[in-house]
């Protein structure tokens, strides 16, 4: 069956901008989780979304980051007024609602020039 | 605070051998750990799952062990390939948690 997709592949925008990274998880799966990946380091969690309502948002570095998951499938990570710190790959995995083991998408590389 | 340190090195090996990789973790008893596969421009696979009750868990060429005293995981891949070359991160999360924190990964080259 289809994995994770993320969509765009490539993101370039200019600092200051306003920006969506859209996920669509493995059908049926009722977790959703957005991570940032920054070379050489490993996926730092950002949020963690069960159903439609996100179980926990610790992760986001601050109010410039926000995300969606309005019907329980696609999520919509949102990041206002750029900053070329925010520059990495973002990455979105699902699961089952009673299983550690995430299946991820191939990611979204951002870049903020 | 919680830490999980992979191994920053590059591992080379020759196509054959047994490549072993570790993943160390501080401060804390993680109730299980989670090795996933990263290739260049990809999403993390999931590999193999182990939980504290268990000393070893295998799937093909890979074993992985859970050693609570020395806080370690082991994760070996036996007659290793150079298609076995990729990224390989550690992960590790508590009871009753879906969220795990992840390690920054070891690189493994496999040289034909």
């Known amino acids: 069956g289809a994995g994770v997709s993320q969509t765009p592949s490539n993101k370039v925008t200019e600092k200051g901008k306003y920006v969506e990274l859209r996920c669509d998880p493995i059908?049926?799966?009722?977790?959703l989780y957005w991570y940032r990946q920054s070379l050489g380091q490993g996926p730092e969690f950002l949020i963690y979304?069960?159903?439609?309502?996100?179980?926990?948002d610790s992760g986001l570095p601050n109010d410039r980051f926000f995300a969606v998951r309005p019907e329980g499938s696609v999520s919509t990570l949102k990041i206002q007024r750029t900053e070329r710190g925010d520059s990495a790959v973002y990455l979105c995995?699902?699961?089952?609602?009673?299983?550690?083991?995430?299946?991820f998408g191939p990611g979204t590389r951002l870049l903020v020039l | 605070s919680q830490k999980i340190e992979q191994n920053s090195e590059a591992l080379n090996i020759q196509e054959g051998k047994t490549a072993t990789l570790t993943c160390n973790y501080t401060n804390y008893s993680p109730a299980y750990l989670q090795w996933y596969r990263q290739d260049p421009g990809r999403g993390p696979v999931f590999l193999l799952l182990i939980r504290e009750n268990e000393k070893e868990k295998r799937k093909e060429r890979l074993k992985v062990t859970f050693d609570t005293t020395l806080k370690q995981s082991l994760f070996h891949i036996t007659a290793s390939q150079p298609a076995d070359s990729a990224t390989y991160l550690c992960?590790?999360?508590?009871?009753?948690?879906?969220?795990?924190?992840f390690g920054r990964g070891t690189s493994l080259i496999v040289h034909p």
């Open positions: 995995a699902s699961s089952p609602q009673t299983e550690e083991t995430q299946y």
């Open positions: 992960a590790s999360g508590s009871g009753g948690s879906y969220i795990p924190t």
């Open positions: 059908s049926g799966h009722t977790a």
């Open positions: 979304f069960q159903g439609t309502g996100a179980a926990d």
